[in-house]
C-alpha cells in the first residue's frame, strides 16, 4: 500500500473512503497544436476518468479531420472566438489551455469566465501578474485551476517528493537540475519569439525550478542568473542558454541550466549520507533513477499525461484540491522573473 500511494497509483475507492467515481469528466482542448495532438489526445483514450468532448482552434481545416478520428459533436467545436458558449455545454466539465505561453492567460481567463473548471499547460503563463489574474479569475467563478506538470504525477518523481520529507539519505546539502537539447537548427516558431513567452527557461527550464521545489519540500530565498548566446545571430530574442543557482534555507543549495547547445536531462539530489537521482528526469516516458546504494527508481506507467488527467479528474469529481494547484505555477513563475532579473542587472536577487 505505502508503495501504491508513493507511485501515485489510483486505488479502489473502499480503500480510501470516498464515493465511487462511474462519470467520465468532458474535456475541452483548446489549441490543436503538436502537444495537444501527439501527446494530450493519445493519453486521454488512455484514461480512466476523463473523455475528449470538445475543441477549440483557429484552424477550420483540422475540425473534421478532430471530429472523424475523435467522434466529437458539431456543437462541441469552437472557435476562439465563440468559446465562451462552452458555458452553456454540459458535455463539458473542463477546459485544458494548451497554447502558447503567451496566450495562457487570456484564455484561461475565457475558460473560468465559463465556468467550467480549468487545466493549464506549464509553464502558468508569462508573468507574474497573468498567473495572478488566472487565479482571480478561477476563485471568482469556483472553479478548480489545475497547472499542467506532468512529473508531479510520475511515480519516480513522486518517490523523490516523498523524499524531501522523509530524508532517507539524511540531510539535502544540494540539487541539480538539468534540461537542454542539441538544437542545431530551431525552427521559427513562437518558442524563438520573446513576447510570446518563447525560451527555453520558460519552456522547459520551469521544469528544472519545480524539481529544485519538490526535491527539498522548500522554496527558495534568493536566486542568481546568467546568460550565455555562442549563436547571437540565432538566438536573437532569447538566451541560447540559462545558468541558475538557488539558495533555499538551511544551507540548501540548488544549481540549474537549461541550454539548446547539448542533451541534458538530469534531477540529482546529493545529501548528508548519500544521494539519489532520476536520468532522464522530464522525458515523456522512461524516467528512471538511481541512488548511492543501488536502488533502482524504475516504477513503471503506461502514460504520465493520463495519470495526470485522471489525477486532476479524480479532483473535480470528488470535490478534493488538485496536485499541483495554481499557487505552484505562480511561485515558479516568480523564480524565472527573479531569475531573468538576477541575468539582466548582473547580482543576485532575493525572493523574500
Keep these: 500500500m505505502g508503495l501504491g500511494l508513493a507511485g501515485g497509483l489510483v486505488l479502489p475507492y473502499g480503500s480510501l473512503g470516498c464515493r465511487p467515481v462511474s462519470k467520465k469528466i468532458g474535456v475541452c482542448l483548446v489549441g490543436l497544436g503538436s502537444y495537444s495532438t501527439n501527446q494530450l489526445t493519445p493519453a486521454l483514450q488512455l484514461t480512466e476518468h476523463c473523455e475528449l468532448r470538445g475543441i477549440v482552434t483557429?484552424?477550420?481545416?483540422?475540425?473534421?479531420?478532430?471530429?472523424?478520428?475523435?467522434?466529437?459533436?458539431?456543437?462541441?467545436?469552437?472557435?476562439?472566438?465563440?468559446m465562451e458558449r462552452i458555458s452553456d455545454n454540459p458535455d463539458i466539465d473542463v477546459v485544458y489551455i494548451v497554447l502558447p505561453t503567451g496566450l495562457h492567460a487570456e484564455y484561461a481567463i475565457k475558460a473560468a469566465n465559463t465556468g467550467k473548471h480549468v487545466w493549464c499547460e506549464k509553464p502558468m503563463?508569462?508573468?507574474?501578474?497573468?498567473?495572478?489574474?488566472?487565479?482571480?479569475?478561477?476563485?471568482?467563478?469556483?472553479?478548480?485551476?489545475?497547472?499542467?506538470?506532468?512529473?508531479?504525477?510520475?511515480p519516480n518523481t513522486k518517490t523523490v517528493i516523498a523524499w524531501a520529507k522523509e530524508k532517507p539519505y539524511g540531510a539535502i546539502r544540494n540539487v541539480t537540475a538539468e534540461i537542454g537539447f542539441d538544437i542545431q537548427n530551431p525552427r521559427d516558431s513562437w518558442r524563438m519569439k520573446k513576447d510570446m513567452g518563447g525560451g527555453l527557461l520558460y519552456d522547459v527550464g520551469v521544469y528544472a525550478i519545480n524539481a529544485m521545489r519538490y526535491a527539498t519540500g522548500m522554496e527558495p530565498i534568493s536566486v542568481t542568473g546568467r546568460f550565455e548566446n555562442t549563436r547571437p545571430e540565432v538566438y536573437t530574442?532569447?538566451?541560447?542558454?540559462?545558468?541558475?543557482?538557488?539558495?533555499?534555507?538551511?544551507?540548501i543549495t540548488a544549481s540549474g541550466r537549461t541550454t539548446a547547445k547539448?542533451?541534458?536531462?538530469?534531477?540529482?539530489?546529493?545529501?548528508?549520507?548519500?544521494?539519489?537521482?532520476?536520468?532522464p528526469f522530464q522525458s515523456y516516458n522512461g524516467v528512471v533513477g538511481e541512488t548511492s546504494d543501488g536502488r533502482l527508481l524504475d516504477t513503471y506507467i503506461e502514460n504520465q499525461q493520463a495519470r495526470q488527467m485522471d489525477n486532476d479528474a479524480l479532483a473535480i469529481l470528488n470535490d478534493t484540491p488538485v496536485m499541483v494547484p495554481g499557487e505552484n505555477g505562480l511561485q515558479d513563475i516568480k523564480i524565472v522573473a527573479a531569475i531573468n532579473r538576477?541575468?539582466?542587472?548582473?547580482?543576485?536577487?532575493?525572493?523574500r
Excluded at 538576477?342 to 525572493?351: H, Q
Aim: glycine fraction near 6%; proline fraction near 5%; include cysteine.
Design 262 to 279: 547539448e542533451n541534458l536531462n538530469l534531477l540529482k539530489v546529493e545529501c548528508k549520507n548519500g544521494w539519489y537521482q532520476l536520468r
Design 125 to 154: 503563463a508569462k508573468t507574474v501578474a497573468e498567473c495572478e489574474a488566472i487565479m482571480e479569475a478561477c476563485s471568482k467563478n469556483k472553479v478548480k485551476l489545475s497547472i499542467g506538470y506532468r512529473m508531479q504525477h510520475e
Design 237 to 251: 530574442e532569447i538566451p541560447e542558454t540559462t545558468i541558475f543557482d538557488l539558495q533555499f534555507p538551511a544551507g
Design 58 to 82: 483557429g484552424s477550420p481545416e483540422k475540425i473534421p479531420i478532430w471530429q472523424k478520428k475523435y467522434g466529437i459533436k458539431d456543437k462541441n467545436v469552437y472557435s476562439y472566438d465563440t
Design 342 to 351: 538576477s541575468a539582466e542587472m548582473g547580482v543576485p536577487v532575493s525572493l
